[in-house]
């Protein structure tokens, strides 16, 4: 977020009901596999990550599933939307459900917000089941609300796992 | 099931080809595990992992529950993590310290080396029941080694030597210590623990494969190609970016610059195919440059550019191990069924290095060996694309011989593909499957050596 930005986003405090449709708009696009506009609600400086561990302390001294910034980020959508993605060939279809959604904090502009997720992947005759927390912080910028920076803890994020296309 | 003789194992391996049976038969996975993974030296961990006297970690050996730890002497041991009683598991938490280990079942108790040292009510067993009997230990894997701090364990009594198993491999070892200005590596980071339905062998078979890159992996060469370099990046997308861009280099390059080597007992290593500033040690990166001065610091100018020449990318010890001395990466492989496996990958500190080295190690392990990443999941896509293709019995051989007959002999008693895409390591890995399941090592790879 540069200054400007965070000023004017200051005096904002998205409630619940906000946050909350956003949050199922973000798990529609990803469902629908709108990736580019999933992208598109991305602050340019935001970092998406998905820890291997329960209660991982930092992104940057244990690896993570995932950790993008907004390059890597762009990238991972590039590829998603490449007809050569062979690990998506054929597409994983997704159901997620967002809820249990509770505002943590409101400071500076930043509304952070916490809720549980339940995503079924659908894949090669199998379908998997992944459940979680999300933690998103959520800002506005020139009113539409963007993301910037959003974790994914995994309930069984160190189990051993078949690989990992779709975001979650 | 189907029981194999010797003549069977024997004609399955043929010099430019490999009978189909040896990934989907659930009877010769019960042989290798016997076989194989029960004599052969396998990798277990890092002395890092058990420091101190009392230190322990679980670990998995093929399929079976082990705890390495250092005893009250300091003397490591490898012991199966089953109670002599009932059997139950006696270590529960995966990695942490203690003075005894305590079976919460009826609460025998042993010693770190794995002897009994005491029994609740013990006056109601048999009058024969005897705690310096070892039958009442928790059984130590018979031989237990380490090679700078790399630990290895063969469950058989007698054999090879982990210094013969080793062979001129060990030298890869030794490149990615001798990186350390401290003279040390520690294992740090976490783990990745990726599952595929197929067989174990696969994992190796494309570690050094040369021809894959290009083609598997081309939609992140792409993505990453397209990408443009004035995007916001905190320097993690970055190694990942440049990493994905190696990948797409061009045929000619995988064919002639890349080199492949193998070794005795089924070991390789594929030559480094980088030239990008910040994936090889070059005075040109800043970072490279602070750690080059404090290298030279400790061991002197000619012994770096000794250290830095060497330039390999992964090196596969047979049968369960793969890693990097680059970015200090490892991988351990677990077969749990003849069509399931499980990975684990870890990374190193390099120490006295500058610590954003081992940032970029984490970052290179996301994008390389990361279960969510934008490179690996494709090689899972293939593992689980041969599970499928191979339970079809179109055909009954898997072609292994590209390369064939232009390997070449290297001065230190291996051979290696003329081109860098030659087939020759899978090959070699072959020879001493071959030799592992007839039992009779040396005999077995003689034999192939002369049929080739
Ligand atoms: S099974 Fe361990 S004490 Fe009985
Ligand atoms: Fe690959």
Redesign the pocket.
Known sequence: MNTAALKKASSVSLSRADCEDFLINEARLLDEARFDEWLALFTPEAHYWVPSEPNQKSPLDTVSLMYDDRRLLETRVRRLSSPKIYSQEPRSRTSRIVTNVTIESAVNGVTKVRSKFVMVEYRREEQRLFAGTYLHDLVLIDDAIRIAFKKVDLVNADAPMDGLVVPF | MQAYSVDDLSSAVQPARVHRRLYTDPAIFELEMERIFGVAWLYVGHESQVRNPGDYFLTQVGRKAMVVTRDDTGKLRVLHNQCAHRGAMVVASDCGHAKEFQCVYHGWTYHLDGRLKAVPLNHGYPSDFDTKNPRTSMTQVPRVESYRGFIFISQAKDGQSLTDYLGHMATSIDDMIDRAPDGEIEMAGGVFRHAYNANWKLYLE?LCDAA??WF??RSSIDAAQQQSDDVYSDGTGEIAIRQMRQNGAPYSFWENQVGIWTYPNGHSYLGDYHDDKKLVASMEDPLFRDYIGILEAKKGKDEVKRILEVRRWNSNLYPNLSFMSQFQQLRVVHPISVNRTVVNTYCFRLKGAPEQMFRNTISFANIVNGTGSL?LT??LEIYNRIGIGLHSDGAEWIEVGRGYHSDVRDEFGGLKGKNSTSEVYIRNMFEAWRGYMLGDKAGAAQAMKESA
């Open positions: 494309n894959h890159p598997t992996h490179v494709d090689d």
